[in-house]
């Protein structure tokens, strides 16, 4: 913007002088025009021959025109031959410079096609006469980018042609075409295979074309008592373990199958200490009664014995059992699968029958139960104390009535008379030898009346 001031009226020997200088066409003179940067005051002084003067002042303010040239940017980039609207707005008229490569040089709204980059200007003037400029830049590319995001030298998708990177993983460098998988960097025509990892590397359309590829498993099984792997030839196991099977699979290929098993006991396990009167010698230990009859070659034997289960209201048979006892009171039974509460009675071949004081729970985990300890572990304290705080089951029963008597007695006397010996019932003492030895007791049990106590 432009204003011109005229000063007319007073004799033409009249000096005008201007200041500041910013923007004036000249600092004297009657007729100057200001076209300050910004807003600003002009002092104009006026001094006529005689030396007289006067001031007065002009202020000029500036109203800059907003021309706006619309374009996707500043710095514009298109490829050679693509054409670029260019929309002017904020004043009347337009012109252009240059108009190289333009539809026209004025006017709202033209269209760029420059042979080259090219920076256009555009003046705008509104109806005031006021004036502004705007300016764009078009550089035309000549710049083609691949996409390879692996960094593996072979490209994927349609390069771009741009002024700079599209993004990420672009390069200016020529590539091959054909990456199958752009974030792998071991994925990309031929390359080579690898083995196993279900992975098409060279791009081919096929996965471990050529490789040999073992199987390999693992199969885990809880059972009981045995489990037999129909994979591995039949084989039978009763043990706990990690088993291997190894195999030549049908690429020829060693192969290999892992097995964890479990075996759990799964009969119902009774474990008992007891002790019998005839065979007990001292010390928390019975004569080793098999060695010393010929039927046995263990020192650590006594003898066997029969343990039934009972139900605790029928008292009928559940279940019955042979285990050994041995000299130190121990024996183990195990029993068909149980879940209840049942009697335990013993049964040897020249000791009283005696039962267990009341029910015992019996199931899946191993029960011990301890007769010796006291004499009411046994039904109606039916036991014997051999040795302070030891109870033992009443011996010199030879006839499984249920009773010591007379006739246990007719028994074991006339096989002393015989001078029997080895395995036999009426040697009560389990000293190999039925004789006088073997009678205290019994005549001892007689006296006191002892017989099986049980419900």
Request: charged share 10%.
């Amino acid at each position: 913007m432009s204003t011109t001031h005229t000063y007319t009226g007073v004799p033409t020997s009249t000096v005008y002088t201007y200041a500041p200088a910013t923007g004036l066409s000249a600092t004297t003179g009657s007729v100057v025009s200001a076209i300050p940067s910004t807003n600003t005051v002009y002092t104009v002084t006026a001094t006529d021959i005689n030396g007289c003067f006067g001031t007065t002042t002009v202020s000029v303010t500036r109203t800059n025109l907003p021309v706006d040239l619309v374009a996707s940017s500043s710095s514009y980039c298109v490829p050679n031959g693509t054409p670029v609207t260019l929309t002017s707005t904020g004043g009347v008229s337009y012109s252009y410079s240059p108009i190289i490569g333009l539809s026209s040089g004025t006017g709202s709204v033209v269209t760029a096609s420059p042979a080259s980059t090219t920076q256009y200007i555009v003046t705008g003037i509104d109806s005031t006469g006021c004036w502004g400029r705007d300016s764009v830049l078009i550089t035309l590319v000549s710049t083609t980018w691949y996409l390879d995001a692996d960094g593996d030298g072979y490209s994927v998708g349609t390069p771009v042609v741009n002024c700079v990177s599209p993004g990420a993983g672009y390069t200016t460098n020529v590539l091959p075409f054909g990456d199958c998988n752009d974030n792998n960097a071991f994925v990309y025509p031929g390359a080579t295979e690898i083995c196993g990892n279900g992975i098409d590397e060279n791009c081919n359309g096929q996965i471990d074309e050529g490789c040999c590829i073992p199987n390999s498993g693992a199969s885990s099984y809880t059972v009981c008592s045995s489990y037999v792997w129909v994979e591995n030839n039949n084989t039978a196991y009763t043990n706990s373990g990690v088993y291997l099977h190894t195999f030549t699979n049908a690429g020829g290929c060693d192969s290999i199958h892992t097995l964890s098993l479990t075996v759990n006991q799964c009969n119902s396990i009774l474990n008992l200490h007891l002790y019998l009167q005839g065979f007990y010698i001292g010390s928390g230990l019975m004569t080793p009664v098999l060695l010393n009859e010929g039927a046995g070659l263990s020192t650590t034997e006594t003898d066997s014995i029969n343990v039934e289960l009972r139900d605790q209201l029928s008292y009928s048979e559940v279940a019955s059992a042979n285990a050994m006892l041995n000299t130190d009171g121990t024996a183990s039974c195990t029993f068909p699968a149980l879940n209840g509460s049942y009697y335990i009675v013993i049964n040897h071949r020249n000791n009283v029958q005696t039962w267990s004081a009341s029910p015992v729970a019996i199931g899946a985990l191993p029960v011990s139960y301890d007769f010796a300890t006291a004499a009411n572990k046994a039904y109606g304290d039916n036991m014997k104390e051999v040795e302070s705080g030891i109870w033992a089951f009443f011996g010199g029963e030879i006839n499984q009535d249920e009773n010591v008597d007379l006739i246990d007695l007719g028994i074991l006397e006339a096989d002393i008379n015989d001078f029997q010996f080895g395995y036999i019932s009426s040697d009560v003492n389990g000293d190999g030898n039925v004789d006088l030895l073997d009678s205290p007791m019994v005549e001892q049990n007689i006296n006191d009346f002892i017989y099986s106590n049980h419900p």
